[in-house]
């Protein structure tokens, strides 16, 4: 990594929120104070074997390993082990591995990767706090058990169609399933041979026995197990029937005592079950009390992205984008090929802050924040990205001399390096113009520009090729107006260019990322957000860098003068071949261009 990133700002001061007030009033009543905690998820027999827990809060980050984590699980990682941080918790990450169809081990490995990335980590003293949810079958299926000893779960053999038909509506009540009376003896045994594979696929559920005319249909008799002939990644094939996650997801938490259940809105109308469930199990002294708390925020929405997993599978297995770590995709992998830095993500989910309503934020506000963060990371360095020839006729040729560059203006201690300097340099195309439009102060003939870190040149004339575009500038430089010299100050002008010696450039591969979409809110309006893609979300062109930036090291990060701030690519760039990526450009120019 960057040397230079190490010396960002300190963390911003979090400011107050709903969450955070919630938190320090359990804290000041000591709610959670007398929990105990046996160093490992388990029921309460367990744990009450053990001391006080340490932690004084615990919250958890609980991906379900389906795919690569995104900028919205980047606020909700944030939050979750920024709160155990700042409130001497512990933030465990726990992967919701209940579907035995879907994970994979990729994808463990990518999460545990970008968690680490972010800057997080889920070990403290002595304690690792990474789980897998399905370490816990067994006390989970002891849940159930009790909860049908209890006559509060049943095994319901209505089809899915007749349990569909029968769960009501919005405005109708559900009806009870003729299976609802049986004996805890006879569930008893149905749910023993349920486990025992005896029964195929959906032929069984076993569910909770609340209320099926409740106005909250997730209080409908939910189902809690469900029959799945499919081995599973981590327990292979012990097990027949798989908790829903429902059901799953708040056992889990009380088993890892955690505190405050931090999830996002949908969520909001399971509340009333993750209650329930978790009061039935006190009530048998199952889990310790007090239970967790669900507390629910509004997932994060950012223009110009689409966050949903399905959408951005499409666009990887679809081929619209080069993988999942593309540097345009909105993944934590992508964001960190592009250069996005973990502090700027920090910055981000500080500045967005939490709370219960929906907002689209605007893409820009996560591009200033990297932009803050950078600006004070990285060195300054020159590219020239279009590069147009520029010969200084009044220069002696063969000679050369050093110009001297600060590494960052902010940054005097960090010093200056040498530029080369010749008679033959690349400047930006962009800077001269033949017939200068109204307004524009930089090279065309008759004009005078500086050359920033060296003289002042004068416009002299030009050359073209053969399709008349212009190949060469010729000049004619003012030997005392050296900048850093007595007589720098004598002239004035308004162009102030870069520039890279000829003799001593490197070619060097540039890719010009932007926005992958050109609308704020891909697939609105019933459009295919496909069709939204922007067309110009990339340019690779062949810049020349100076010197200094020939060895750059993978992930090596800087400013380039004038264009913005970049990253040498981690996998395609090596030192002297560079390859560099355009994380931000200095300032926000979507929506002038277009
Ligand atoms: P997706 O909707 O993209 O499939 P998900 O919610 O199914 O996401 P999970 O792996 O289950 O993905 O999410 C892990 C955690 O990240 C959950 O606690 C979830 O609330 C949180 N999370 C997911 N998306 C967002 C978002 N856009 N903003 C904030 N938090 C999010
Ligand atoms: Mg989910």
């Known amino acids: 990594m960057n040397k230079a990133s190490k010396e960002t700002a300190a963390p911003p001061v979090p ?14 009543a000591r709610k959670d104070a007398q929990r105990r905690w ?41 939050l979750n082990f920024g709160l155990a941080r700042d409130y001497g918790g512990r933030c465990h990450l726990r992967f919701d591995d209940t579907n035995p169809e879907r994970e994979e081990k990729e994808f463990v490995d990518s999460i545990v990767e970008s968690v680490r990335w972010l800057g997080f980590s889920w070990d403290a003293d002595g304690e690792e706090n990474l789980y897998l949810a399905s370490d816990d079958f067994d006390a989970m299926a002891r849940c159930a058990d009790y909860l049908i000893d209890t006559n509060h779960a049943y095994v319901d053999s209505q089809s899915a169609e007749e349990m569909r038909a029968n769960r009501g509506t919005l405005t109708e009540a559900g009806k009870d399933s003729p299976y609802r009376e049986r004996s805890p003896e006879e569930n008893r045994a149905l749910f023993q041979r349920m486990r025992a594979g005896e029964f195929p696929d959906g032929a069984q559920v076993l569910r909770a026995k609340i209320d099926m005319a409740s106005p909250n249909i997730n209080l409908r008799d939910p189902v809690l197990y469900r029959i799945r002939h499919t081995a599973h990644h981590n327990t292979g094939e012990l097990w027949r029937v798989y908790p829903m996650y429902t059901f799953a997801h708040p056992i889990e938490d ?67 984008v080069d993988g999942w770590d593309d540097p345009r ?13 973990p502090e700027g993500f920090h910055l981000f989910a500080e500045r967005i802050g939490v709370s219960k309503s929906d907002t689209l934020i605007d893409y820009s506000v996560l591009e200033d924040c990297m932009r803050e963060v950078l600006n004070t990371s990285d060195e300054r360095r020159i590219a020239v990205l279009d590069p147009l020839r520029l010969v200084i006729d009044n220069y002696p040729e063969n000679a050369s001399e050093d110009c001297f560059a600060p590494n960052h203006p902010l940054k005097p201690e960090l010093g200056k390096r040498a530029l080369p300097f010749g008679r033959e340099l690349w400047i930006e195309r962009d800077d001269f113009m033949e017939a200068p439009a109204k307004g524009f102060h930089r090279l065309y003939p008759g004009n005078t520009a500086r050359l920033r870190y060296a003289y002042v040149v004068k416009c002299t004339g030009i050359e073209k090729d053969e399709n008349g575009r212009v190949s060469t500038v010729h000049c004619d430089y003012m030997p005392d107006s050296k900048s850093g010299t007595p007589g720098a100050d004598t002239y004035k002008c308004k162009g102030n260019l870069h520039w890279v010696s000829t003799r001593e450039a490197h070619p060097a591969i540039v890719r010009l990322y932007d926005r992958l979409f050109s609308v704020a809110s891909p697939g609105a309006d019933g459009r295919n957000f496909i069709d ?33 701030y970049f990253i040498a690519d981690r996998f395609d760039s090596k030192p002297g071949a560079p390859v560099f990526n355009r994380t931000v450009t200095l300032r926000d120019s979507w929506g002038k261009k277009r």
């Open 15 to 28: 400011a107050g929120n709903f969450i955070r007030t919630l938190i320090e009033s359990d804290l000041a």
């Open 38 to 78: 046996s160093g490992r998820p388990g029921l309460a027999e367990q744990h009450l074997a053990g001391g006080i827990d340490p932690a004084r809060i615990r919250t958890r980050f609980p991906p379900e390993p389906n795919g690569y984590l995104h900028f919205g699980h980047a606020k909700s990682i944030c």
């Open 254 to 320: 009380a088993l890892e005592n955690i505190t405050h259940s931090i999830c996002t809105l949908e969520f909001e109308d399971q509340r009333p079950f993750y209650d329930w469930l978790l009061e039935r199990l006190a009530e048998g002294g199952l889990i310790q009390r007090p239970a967790p708390r669900q507390i629910e925020f509004s997932r994060l929405n950012l223009s110009c992205v689409v966050l949903s997993k399905r959408k951005l599978i499409q666009l990887v297995e679809e081929k619209h």
């Open 329 to 341: 995709m909105p993944t934590l992998v992508g964001a960190r090929r592009r250069g996005y830095t």
């Open 532 to 564: 939204d893609i922007n067309a110009a979300s990339v340019a690779c062109v062949t810049a020349q860098i100076e010197p200094a930036l020939a060895a750059a090291e993978p992930e090596a990060r800087f400013q380039f003068e004038r264009h913005g």
